[in-house]
C-alpha cells in the first residue's frame, strides 16, 4: 500500500478550461476528502465521500466544481472554465471504515493547480 | 461551526532551541480530537499527534509534547531541542461532530543550523 496517491502532480491551464483531478485513496478507505490550499493557508474543506456518496460539500465548492467517486475507490474532481482564483494546491486525504473522531487522515501530496 | 486559530505565522529559531507552536480552538461539540500535522516541502501532510477533549493530561513523545488546557481552548505544541529537519509547516486540527477536520492556517518553523 503506497498511500494516498494523486495524478497529477502538477497541472498548467489557460484561464476558461476545464481540468480534472484523479486521486486514489488507501485501499479500503470508505471516507474521501478534497481540500484546497492556497499559499500561506491551511487546508480549507471542499467535499467529502463515504463510499460513492457525497455527504457534505462546502460553500467554497461553487457551481464550476464537481466531483465523484464512482463504485466508492478513486475520486475526480473537475474544474470547469477555470478562473485564475482557482489557482491552489488541491489535497486529497482519506480515513478507514468505522473511523472515528479520533482517526487521523493521511493525505496525497497534492495536485497543484496553475490557471494562467 | 468549527474554528482553528494559529496565531504565529512564521517561527525562526536556531537548532537545539525549544520552540512552541500555539493552537486555540472554537467548537460547540463535547467530543472531539485535535490533531497537529507536519506538512514539509514536499507538500504531504503527515499526523503527528493528537488529543480527545476529555483528557488534560499532558504528554511528550519523543522530542515531542502538547499542552491541551479545555478551560483556555488552547492546544500547544512543543519541539525540544529543535532540528534543521523539523522545518515544515506545522498545522492545528480539530475534528468534531462532522467527521470533517477543520485546520489552522498553519505556522512555519524554520530551524537554522
Known amino acids: 500500500d503506497t498511500g494516498v496517491s494523486q495524478n497529477p502532480r502538477h497541472k498548467i491551464t489557460k484561464r476558461g478550461q476545464n481540468v480534472t483531478f484523479r486521486c486514489d485513496p488507501i485501499?479500503?478507505?470508505?471516507?474521501l476528502y478534497w481540500y484546497r490550499q492556497t499559499l500561506g493557508q491551511g487546508p480549507e474543506f471542499l467535499t467529502y465521500f463515504q463510499n460513492e456518496a457525497q455527504l457534505e460539500k462546502s460553500r467554497l465548492l461553487s457551481d464550476r466544481f464537481s466531483a465523484e467517486r464512482p463504485k466508492g475507490s478513486f475520486s475526480t474532481l473537475e474544474i470547469q472554465r477555470t478562473e485564475q482564483g482557482d489557482s491552489a494546491m488541491y489535497l486529497c486525504?482519506?480515513?478507514?471504515?468505522?473511523?472515528?473522531?479520533?482517526?487521523?487522515?493521511?493525505f496525497g501530496q497534492g495536485t497543484r493547480l496553475t490557471v494562467v | 461551526a468549527q474554528k482553528v486559530t494559529q496565531a504565529q505565522t512564521e517561527i525562526s529559531v536556531v537548532e537545539k532551541e525549544d520552540v512552541t507552536l500555539d493552537c486555540v480552538y472554537e467548537t460547540r461539540d463535547t467530543t472531539y480530537y485535535l490533531f497537529w500535522y507536519k506538512q514539509p516541502p514536499s507538500g504531504e501532510l503527515v499526523f503527528l499527534i493528537r488529543r480527545n477533549s476529555f483528557d488534560e493530561q499532558n504528554e511528550i513523545s519523543g522530542r515531542y509534547s502538547w499542552n491541551f488546557q479545555k478551560s483556555t481552548s488552547s492546544f500547544n505544541f512543543t519541539i525540544t531541542a529543535s532540528q534543521v529537519v523539523d522545518s515544515a509547516v506545522y498545522f492545528c486540527?480539530?475534528?468534531?461532530?462532522?467527521?470533517?477536520?477543520?485546520f489552522g492556517r498553519g505556522t512555519s518553523l524554520i530551524v537554522h543550523p
Open positions: 485501499s479500503e478507505h470508505n471516507r
Open positions: 486525504a482519506s480515513s478507514p471504515p468505522r473511523a472515528g473522531l479520533n482517526t487521523e487522515a493521511f
Open positions: 486540527a480539530l475534528n468534531g461532530g462532522s467527521y470533517i477536520p477543520t
